[in-house]
Nanobody, 113 residues
Framework: QAHLVESGGGLVQPGGSSRLSCVAS????????MRWYRQSPGKEREWVAR????????DYADSVKGRFIITRDNRKNTVYLQLNDLKLEDTAVYYC??????WGQGTQVIVSS
């Protein structure tokens, strides 16, 4: 019954910023690590970031480290991904994930002039 719904994607200029949200339901949100992934057409889905249950530990892929920030609000059952200094190669559909087998529908981020 776990369900994830992403939002916040859209068209962004190179060097710009965006914030993605993922609202969770159907499980005890505060008890699970949350993750963000992304996928471009023709490419494998790649891990982007993860955050611990309390939000105090955060890890990032090397490709986004220093630019993206993952946060969570356990009272709102929501995990966020702040995308800063966006590059063309950041264009992808971004997915949130829990456990490893539960995915949202994805939200598309297009970085273009």
């Amino acid at each position: 019954q776990a369900h994830l719904v992403e939002s916040g994607g859209g068209l962004v200029q190179p060097g710009g910023s965006s914030r993605l949200s993922c609202v969770a339901s159907g499980f005890i949100f505060s008890a699970f690590e949350m993750r963000w992934y992304r996928q471009s057409p023709g490419k494998e889905r790649e891990w982007v970031a993860r955050i611990s249950t309390t939000g105090h530990r955060r890890d990032y892929a090397d490709s986004v480290k220093g630019r993206f920030i993952i946060t969570r609000d356990n009272r709102k059952n929501t995990v966020y991904l702040q995308l800063n200094d966006l590059k063309l190669e950041d264009t992808a559909v971004y997915y949130c994930n829990v456990r490893g087998d539960v995915w949202g529908q994805g939200t598309q981020v297009i970085v273009s002039s």
